[in-house]
């Protein structure tokens, strides 16, 4: 595979940490009763999901194309893609599994779902996570962790990826991405696209956007598709043709950084368009899935850093970058009890003091999913050294 793509680590940790801002600022601009709609802190923090996706499209051809003309059987590229996501996936069920039990003891309704559930569907539920098969019967694909859900469309595009897409051209894959963001354009610009708020839609919920797919609706399914097929076809395709933009080394990580975290920090449809014009708001998240995230796509894969990833940044950046996958699959479980907060118990209290537990959210759950990720790593070398 090569040395390590410094800007395309750097890129992925960067990620990360911004889903986390834009869960943890989500409720004080949706739910918050008996106060004013509020500005979404990471506007388009949602759009990460596509950026993963798009990176998985290209690493899955850097890392296994050649592997597959040299003779690696499918079993082996299962298996080899299973060490790799199955753990953070097991971690991120257990978190849920154990916030959702103990919060079923409060007298409050956090979980209300957990209420009204018999024990033979939570039994189900965990059964179908561990197996990362849909939740049927439950209202998310992943009920203990709705962030599993994109790691169902990750497993869907692998699948994809060894018995088809793998053995398609250039051509073929420019088609299909093609189609793919004409599939996402018809989504986006759909005057359905209420992000699954159903019959009783919010004013201000009225906005075009890459949302969706952690549901089970209909609407939902459509969304994550949608949201896998043009990012992994286009990725995939980036690196069959062999394309790259190469910067000055003193200039190239922080143009890429700078330009993703102006991307994903853009405010939401309040400043795009809303109400009058929320297609604004749709062709912001096309032009950024299609051109911008594939630019530093090509940016990471053809330029370096000055220090050629051997100096502070980089060992921090590869830090973040592996941190990304245990940050995401841990941090959820806990947005039950902070949406709960942040819809119920923050009207009245001063601003200062909201950001501040926010902030310790955020620390929080960094230092949770780098105990996660110690333990993870531990397990494996552990594995490996009875093996």
């Not at 800007?7 to 990620?15: K, N, Q, S, V």
């Not at 154990?98 to 569907?121: D, K, N, Q, Y």
């Not at 992943?142 to 994809?160: D, V």
């Not at 980036?238 to 190239?252: D, H, N, S």
Request: proline share 5%.
């Amino acid at each position: 595979m090569g040395k390590r793509k410094i800007i395309l680590d750097t890129l992925r940790g960067i990620a990360g940490l911004c889903v986390v801002v834009f869960h943890i600022s989500e409720p004080f601009g949706c739910f918050r009763t008996g106060a004013p709609r509020v500005e979404q802190v990471c506007g388009h923090g949602y759009l990460a999901v596509e950026f993963f996706l798009l990176l998985m499209g290209y690493m899955l051809g850097y890392a296994y194309d050649r592997r597959w003309q040299e003779g690696m059987g499918f079993g082996s590229f299962c298996l080899r893609r299973l060490k790799r996501l199955h753990p953070c996936v097991i971690s991120g069920l257990v978190i849920g599994l154990v916030v959702v039990f103990a919060l079923s003891f409060c007298s409050e309704p956090i979980v209300g779902w957990w209420r009204t559930t018999s024990a033979g569907m939570v039994g189900w539920y965990v059964v179908a996570g561990v197996l990362m098969i849909p939740a049927f019967g439950a209202s998310m694909l992943a009920p203990f962790n709705a962030c599993s859900w994109t790691l169902y469309y990750e497993y869907l595009g692998n699948l994809l990826y060894a018995l088809l897409v793998r053995r398609l051209g250039v051509k073929t894959l420019g088609v299909l991405a093609l189609l793919s963001f004409v599939y996402g354009c018809l989504f986006v610009f759909s005057v359905e696209n209420y992000a699954g708020f159903g019959p009783t839609v919010p004013t201000w919920a009225k906005y075009c956007a890459l949302e969706g797919g952690w549901g089970m609706t209909g609407w939902h399914v459509t969304a994550g598709t949608m949201r896998l097929f043009f990012p992994f076809f286009l990725g995939l395709l980036l690196f069959r043709l062999g394309v790259k933009v190469t910067l000055p080394k003193r200039f190239a990580l922080p143009v890429s950084v700078g330009l993703f975290l102006a991307v994903l920090f853009t405010p939401f449809s309040y400043k795009l368009g809303y109400p009058a014009h929320p297609w604004i708001n749709g062709l912001f998240d096309l032009a950024a899935v299609g051109l911008v995230f594939p630019l530093l796509i090509l940016i990471g894969v053809g330029s370096e850093t000055p220090d050629g990833g051997e100096g502070r940044i980089s060992r921090i950046s590869v830090f973040f970058a592996e941190l990304s996958y245990p940050l995401y699959m841990s941090h959820y479980p806990f947005m039950f009890i902070h949406n709960w907060w942040a819809r119920t118990k923050t009207v009245n209290l001063p601003t200062t003091t909201v950001i501040g537990v926010c902030v310790a959210e955020f620390i929080f759950y960094v230092v949770l999913s780098i105990g996660v990720m110690t333990l993870l790593n531990r397990l494996t070398v552990k594995k490996r050294s009875v093996t």
